[in-house]
């Protein structure tokens, strides 16, 4: 009977016996690595997460919550602080050694620091189709309302064109009179 070492020592390595080896050894280290670190399930997301995904969220509402969020809380670095720094690789890590000496891989600021930059551009983006009421207009509504702007161009566009052309006329004809 041939041992592990017995088939190493003769590296025939592509027979029946060596394959079969080979892939149950290799299972074997996938299946304990993989069980070794479970992962902890993720808290529900917050309700301004959830609204940026939900079309008939309240623009105000949403940004309620996420100053409510984070009114205690140690926010993410920003784009805008790095460059302050000016590029100078001790502020920079001044910056981050400040706001983030302490934190945890379960602090907010770790585990949403996507989310709150994504939430701080839909931010910006949303604002120009807010309602009145916090509602956020609709993709269909935005795009009937770019057509009807076009519609309302291409008419000025018209009504330019023909001033210019009677304009140009009527100058045409002012210098006929003057050449008789």
């Known amino acids: 009977m041939s041992?592990?070492?017995d088939f190493f020592e003769n590296k025939?390595?592509?027979?029946?016996?060596?394959v079969c080896l080979m892939l149950f050894l290799g299972f074997i280290s996938v299946t304990s690595f993989a069980q070794q670190k479970t992962a902890k399930p993720r808290k529900p997301d917050p309700e301004w997460v959830k609204a940026m995904e939900d079309p008939n969220a309240n623009y105000y509402q949403a940004v309620a919550a996420f100053d409510a969020y984070w009114k205690n809380k140690v926010k993410p670095i920003e784009e805008?602080?790095?460059?302050?720094?000016?590029g100078e690789k001790e502020k920079e890590e001044a910056l981050r050694e400040k706001r983030h000496h302490k934190l945890?891989?379960?602090?907010?600021?770790?585990?949403?620091?996507y989310d709150y930059k994504r939430f701080q551009r839909w931010k910006v983006?949303?604002?120009p189709f807010v309602q009145a009421d916090g509602r956020i207009q609709s993709m269909d509504d935005r795009v009937n309302d770019w057509k009807i702007q076009q519609v309302q161009k291409r008419m000025q566009k018209q009504r330019e064109d023909q001033k210019k052309d009677k304009e140009d006329g009527d100058k045409k004809e002012k210098d006929f009179e003057h050449k008789k």
């Open 104 to 113: 945890k891989a379960d602090d907010p600021a770790v585990i949403y620091v």
């Open 12 to 18: 025939n390595l592509l027979n029946g016996k060596g």
């Open 3 to 5: 041992t592990v070492f």
């Open 125 to 127: 983006e949303m604002l």
């Open 80 to 86: 805008d602080e790095m460059f302050e720094t000016g």
